[in-house]
């Protein structure tokens, strides 16, 4: 009789590719295969998926030799809808989930949406015995819900660490691209997951063999440390004024509770004038329109990665509820609050 695990054996044969390609480059020792399970949940983003999958691919491919297997799993054993409406056919459900693989729980822009109830058990079955645990995009979103996060260092997406913190209070992701600790493995996605992968074969293979995947990839360097996420408009301009800087980043700590031009100026040693002019220079704007923006950016992140009313979500970025944020909101995104929210509680469901 067959096991569950040896029938998920048959079904993945045809995912355990060791591709022909021009280039060959031998490893140094041959160690036993490492499998990784790529859980796809609803509205998963596709570059995130497979940028964690090809540098396996690639791995296999170089050196000739089975490095790496994969399954590809879905809560239901269904295929799965990409958040670019590209359908996923999957190889099994949760339920056929290999003890000794390496899940990675691949998600997109609705992670709160989350896992059901039955994944979130089978996953902490999964650590319980032993089995490696990670997150692509927004896939920490579902180890939180599943409790499997605790103290551990861990990162997601920056656009959704917002949403995440307003949800998980006593969890705190960091702003770097991808984190390890231990056997738990999580990154932002896009580039992100190819790098933390590079890290995953350096470890299991050495520096140049990781550099050569990396230059296939098109993508210089090995698996690096990790670079802090691009997160925050003060990040995207950070060769210039170092003072328009630091009044930027005051803006982004203060958005519940809004300075006022006068105390940002004095936090950086320039007056109202100086401030205005830099932020005219810079950003054509006046300094209290990218400030009011940047609460507006997060009141949509709230909304896409929380479960949080229109009215909290305008306190929480420093508006008061009513006819005021609804129109200021509108203006920028075209789209009214509770509209917007109606939208995304369409397509969740």
Known sequence: MMTPDSQMTNKSSSENLVPVGALFFPVAESKPEKRFSFLLLPNFTLLAFSSALEPLRIANQLSQKPLYKWDILSEDGQSVRSSSGVDIAVRGSIDDLSQDSHLLVCSGNLGTAGASDKTLARLRRHQRFGGGLGGICTG???????????????????????????????????????????????????AAAVEMMLWVIERDYGKEFAIMVS??????????????????????????????????????????????LEQLADDV?????????QFRLIFNESPMQVYRNIRLDRARQLFSNSDLSVTEVATACGFQPGTHFSKTYSRRFGISPSAYRFHLNKDRA
Not at 141 to 165: C, D, I, K, M, S
Not at 223 to 248: H, K, L, T, W, Y
Not at 269 to 277: A, C, D, F, K, L
């Open 215 to 260: 230059e296939m990839c098109l993508r210089a360097g090995g698996g690096e440390p990790p670079d802090e996420q691009r997160s925050s408009f003060a990040m995207a301009i950070s060769s210039r004024n170092p003072r328009v800087i630091n009044v930027v980043r005051e803006m982004h700590k203060s958005i519940e509770e809004p300075r006022t």
């Open 269 to 277: 040693g320039y007056s109202r004038r100086q401030i205005e002019r």
């Open 140 to 190: 920490a979103v579902t180890l939180a819900q599943a409790g499997l996060l605790g103290r551990r260092r861990f990162t997601l997406h920056w656009e959704n660490q917002p949403g995440f913190a307003e949800t998980f209070h006593d969890l705190s992701p960091s702003s770097r691209r991808f984190e390890t600790d231990g056997d738990l493995l999580t990154c932002g996605g896009g």
